[in-house]
């Protein structure tokens, strides 16, 4: 019944911005901390963004000061803002969600691919 849909992916050059949404339904949304991951082919599953019921904020460390995420309570959606995108950020986004920060979320979206190429 818990349903994360994601959208926004798409193509983009090198040093440009996209910017990535997710819907959140099923939910308490206001309780629970939301994230981003990502996955590129051949690569392990890596987390790129969570913020909290409150609002607090955690990057991967490389990500600091080109993404942004934030969210919505009033329309269940948490945001992914990119910029400055490079070739090694094209991957598979996930959105998802859980009430703490386990090893891997309970919930998660279908993905949105983003490809970041000239």
């Known amino acids: 019944q818990v349903q994360l849909v994601e959208s926004g992916g798409g193509l983009v050059q090198p040093g440009g911005s996209l910017r990535l949404s997710c819907a959140a339904r099923?939910?308490?949304?206001?309780?629970?901390?939301m994230g981003w991951y990502r996955q590129a082919p051949g690569k392990q599953r890596e987390l790129v963004a969570t913020?909290?019921?409150?609002?607090?904020?955690n990057y991967a460390d490389s990500l600091k000061g080109r993404f942004t995420i934030s969210r919505d309570n009033a329309k269940n959606t948490v945001d992914l803002q990119m910029n400055s995108l490079k070739p090694e950020d094209t991957a598979e986004y996930y959105c998802?969600?859980?009430?703490?920060?386990?090893?891997?979320?309970?919930?998660w979206g279908q993905g949105t691919q983003v490809t970041v190429s000239s």
């Open positions: 998802t969600a859980d009430l703490g920060s386990p090893i891997v979320p309970k919930y």
């Open positions: 099923g939910i308490t949304f206001t309780l629970y901390t």
């Open positions: 913020i909290t019921r409150g609002g607090s904020s």
